[in-house]
């Protein structure tokens, strides 16, 4: 199993629409959670932390549910420019190591 | 303020062949990453260096793959001889002594390999 998994995608809304990302990470020793984004042969960029009370930057909003090892990624109101690559990002917490990446989940927003 | 600078952008090789991959971090930063990234995944961690020492190398393939950050500035990826499952986007990034908590990586534009 890996170490951090996402929701299959890609994703193809309409503009305008809500979507929802999900994923899961099995160690529970992870101390901290992020979501980058990724555009197409570019390199990923922060995108957003997560923390346990949830939190909102514009129309996006990330939770995190420590009990289930569960992290999630709402945007509201898709744009063309969301489409891009999601990636959930985990922090084992752990001395010497570094982030641990997802697969990613692909967005494509259409008009 | 420049951001990390990889190089070279794109590199063709035959297999058993040898390739160099070199990166600048952000001036001050003092961890530097390097990831492997293969189409459709995400990035993978290869070696991270706290200035000049290599904190965690335990994904680095150390029959073929080799890296180097003598002077705690910019690294050296080096894979020798290269097989065609190396194919792929070499990634380097870089953070301050905060950014390990703080998640924000800071990633160069990456150097993408193709063996032949």
């Known amino acids: 199993r890996k170490e951090v998994e996402q929701d299959p995608g890609p994703f193809n809304v309409p503009e305008g629409a809500t979507v929802a990302f999900n994923c899961t990470y099995s160690n529970s020793a992870s101390q901290s959670f992020f979501w980058y984004r990724q555009d197409c042969r570019k390199e990923p960029k922060l995108l957003m932390s997560v923390y346990s009370s949830g939190n909102e930057d514009g129309r996006f909003t990330a939770q995190l549910n420590r009990a289930s090892q569960y992290i999630s990624l709402l945007i509201r109101d898709s744009k063309l420019s969301d489409s891009a690559t999601y990636l959930c990002v985990v922090n084992r917490g752990q001395a010497g190591t570094a982030l641990i990446f997802g697969k990613g989940t692909t967005l494509s927003v259409s008009s | 303020e420049a951001g990390v600078v990889q190089s070279p952008r794109y590199k063709i090789i035959e297999k058993k062949q040898p390739v160099a991959f070199w990166c600048n971090p952000i001036s001050g930063h003092n961890t530097l990453y390097w990831y492997l990234q293969n189409l459709g995944q995400g990035p993978e961690l290869l070696i991270r260096y706290e200035n000049e020492e290599a904190v965690d190398d335990s994904q680095l393939p150390k029959d073929r793959f080799s890296a180097e950050r003598l002077k705690g500035v910019d690294s050296t990826l080096k894979i020798q001889p290269a097989e065609l499952g190396d194919s792929a986007v070499y990634l380097c990034?870089?953070?301050?002594?905060?950014?390990?908590?703080?998640?924000?990586?800071?990633f160069g534009e990456g150097s993408r390999l193709t063996v032949l």
């Open positions: 990034a870089s953070s301050s002594g905060t950014g390990y908590g703080t998640g924000e990586l800071f």
